[in-house]
């Protein structure tokens, strides 16, 4: 398997986690207060990019990889001020499942960056002026 699909794998596999992953936890595992399951529409975000990033369209990836960073924080939070243990656990799962898609997106599509960077470069140097 080369990098790319392996790094695109990654993503996928990772956000279908995440989401699976914050709907147990808020419905199941441990939801904040018994029989509340609203919490769980928190993995609805989610499911807008899940699409485009099987797909592999890049736009998706890269929004995508910013917006994630928002689970990052409610992950870290939670990590720390949670006051069930389980809760807590749960928490550092979603912030490993985050860095785990944010790399793997960020992976994915660094040889497209740094290709439009060369077709960029290439362009300016094509239309630079020379002076006299």
Known sequence: MNTAKLFHTGAIA???WLIGWLVAWEVVVAPLQPGSWL????????LLPLRGVIKRDLYTLQWSSMMI?????EG???AWADQL???????????VLVLVYFACALLYLRPFKKEA???AKEL???VKVPHD
Do not use: N, Q, T
Request: net charge positive; no cysteine; aromatic share 6%.
């Open 76 to 78: 870290a939070v939670r």
């Open 124 to 126: 300016l140097d094509k």
């Open 69 to 73: 960073l928002l689970y990052f924080a």
């Open 117 to 119: 960077r060369r077709l």
């Open 14 to 16: 990772s956000l279908i």
């Open 39 to 46: 919490l769980a529409l928190k993995a609805l975000p989610l």
């Open 85 to 95: 243990e389980v809760s807590r656990m749960m928490a550092l799962g979603e912030v």
